[in-house]
């Protein structure tokens, strides 16, 4: 049975050029970039024309772009590696209303270690409650970090109105934005976007899982969370992952290359989808905020009756993939807070199902999506 795979959010399959790019690296090219000789040399210089790549895409320079394991592990550098100040542990540290876990469990710790945490809110359109934020940002916060689109609603959040406030009422933070579904799907400038840093991952945009980025918009006092060798200018030792790392540098550029089509195409695409699902009815389309601030490919959507995991799964046996909620919580059974925050209740946030599309969704996709929708309605609405 083919399958139908719309869970982009959650990971995308390894595109071919991509898997061309790495392979030299995993077989002949097998130099470790730290050694001087010509085998080290040519796996540094495959880093380093990856390193502008990547730099390119974010109008960054080359030298502040750290590859890390991918985007949790820049999220973290970002959360504890901007908030530590020297041997100063103390101070505010704002995370957006709805943070992946990789910033709200970083944040955790960070409160445990004896920094105060303040959440930010959205409002009733569904986008960041910028005059709550000005009321809890202050002359103690260390750290901001707000993600530039959600991975559960693909609502884009107002990160450069959210940094001009933090540089206005906390001039000694840093200002952290997560781009990690904004890649490929948005025109990201750090120089634009007025942030200290951003966090990317490779395996969003058809390139291999476990690399990604946190790009420095200056040179910032960026305490490592990993010691050793001194690779990545001693803000993230160990021997890089050169095959990955040359991945990431040609998904990326594929991934710049293409957004515009690939965005024209998923905005018809979502259009399809939701006028269909308004036919079908009893399921509602969670679409917060205003159409210029969505992010086309991500659609959250709320079945009745059965629980959303039954739903996933029957639409997995019938050859097509969504997930529920954010993947990256999809073992655990707790309620997404992020739903929580977004005024659903406990409920709700069970019944939901997350849609998200690519570049290469197609019609005809969509419409076998929405007929097997439609028979689900029927068999699980008044379970
Ligand atoms: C918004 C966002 N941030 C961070 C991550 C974590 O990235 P990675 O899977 O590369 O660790 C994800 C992945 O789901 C994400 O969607």
């Known amino acids: 049975m083919p399958t139908i795979y719309l869970d982009n959010a959650a990971t995308t399959p390894l595109r071919e050029e991509v898997l061309d790019a790495m392979t030299p690296f995993l077989g002949e090219d097998w130099g470790n970039p730290s050694s001087v000789h010509r085998r080290g040399v040519a ?15 974010v109008g960054a320079q080359p030298a502040r772009v750290i590859f890390t394991s991918g985007g949790t592990e820049a999220n973290n550098l970002a959360m504890r590696g901007l908030s530590w100040r020297g041997a100063q542990r103390q101070g505010a540290i704002w995370i957006g209303p709805t943070e992946h876990a990789s910033i709200r469990a970083c944040a955790v710790a960070l409160a445990e270690e004896g920094f105060s945490i303040e959440h930010g809110q959205l409002d009733p359109s569904g986008s960041l409650d910028l ?3 000005e009321e809890r940002l202050s002359s103690e916060t260390v750290l901001v970090s707000q993600m530039l689109v959600s991975n559960e609603f693909g609502s884009i959040y107002p990160v450069d109105c959210l940094a001009g406030l933090a540089r206005a009422k906390a001039p000694e933070a840093a200002v952290h934005a997560d781009a990690i579904q904004a890649l490929g799907k948005l025109h990201l400038s750090l120089s634009q976007l007025g942030v200290d840093s951003l966090s990317l991952s490779a395996h969003k945009i058809g390139g291999p899982q476990g690399i990604g ?26 021997t890089e992952n ?5 991945g990431f540098g040609r998904a990326v550029e594929l991934a710049v290359e293409e957004q515009g089509a690939a965005l024209e195409s998923m905005k018809v695409l979502r259009k399809q989808l939701v006028e269909g699902l308004q036919k079908i009815g009893e399921i509602e389309c969670l679409e917060p905020g205003d159409e210029e601030m969505q992010q086309p490919g991500i659609l959250s959507l709320v079945v009745p009756g059965a629980p959303a995991e039954v739903w996933l799964h029957h639409l997995d046996s019938r050859g097509v993939v969504v997930s529920v909620g954010s993947a990256c919580q999809a073992n655990k059974k707790e309620i997404s807070p992020v739903l929580l925050a977004a005024g659903l209740t406990a409920g709700q946030a069970r019944q939901v199902l997350r849609v998200s599309l690519s570049g290469q969704t197609t019609s005809d ?4 999506t929405l007929g097997v929708l439609g028979e689900l309605v029927k068999e699980l609405a008044s379970l």
């Open 43 to 57: 796996a540094r210089e495959a880093i380093d024309r990856t390193r502008a790549k990547v730099a390119r895409a």
């Open 131 to 133: 005059n709550d934020c």
């Open 213 to 238: 980025a946190l790009v420095l918009a200056r040179d910032l006092p960026l305490r490592p969370l990993v010691f050793g060798g001194g690779q990545e200018r001693g803000l993230r030792s160990g």
């Open 242 to 246: 050169v095959a990955a790392i040359v």
């Open 365 to 368: 996709e969509i419409s076998t």
